[in-house]
């Protein structure tokens, strides 16, 4: 009997992620309506909290593997080279400002054309 309500319950839960307390909820009814001891409704709980957990852990792997294929598609640019793009361009921004002040002090000494 306690395996059929465990399976039960587990089908019923699916891949949804619940709370341990709803677990608890759910197995201490089934103590007060006598279907299972309270010893198996802690056992029932410890297993459904393991196997929501093991759900959970399988779905966000899936969904992170599913976000870098996707972004791999796009060709995106890391957050790294992101970074590395914009201290580039930084420099090259202080570069041309440093040669055209060097410009602008030669033309007004009297070096330019």
């Known amino acids: 009997m306690f395996e059929l309500i465990r399976k039960s319950l ?10 341990k307390e709803k677990i608890q909820e759910a197995t201490f009814s089934l103590v ?13 709980t410890e297993e459904l909290v393991e ?20 972004m791999d598609n796009l060709d995106i640019g890391s957050k790294t ?8 361009v ?5 570069r041309v400002a440093m040669l055209e002040a060097a410009a602008l002090s030669d ?6 054309d």
């Open 10 to 19: 587990l089908a019923s839960l699916g891949a949804a992620v619940v709370t």
């Open 32 to 44: 007060e309506q006598g279907k299972i001891s309270a010893e198996e409704a802690e056992k029932l």
């Open 51 to 70: 196997s929501g957990q093991h759900q959970w852990e399988e779905v966000h792997a899936k969904i992170s593997e599913s976000v870098r294929k996707s």
């Open 81 to 88: 080279e992101f970074k590395d793009l914009k201290a580039r």
């Open 90 to 94: 930084e420099n090259l921004e202080k």
């Open 107 to 112: 033309k007004e000494a009297g070096h330019g």
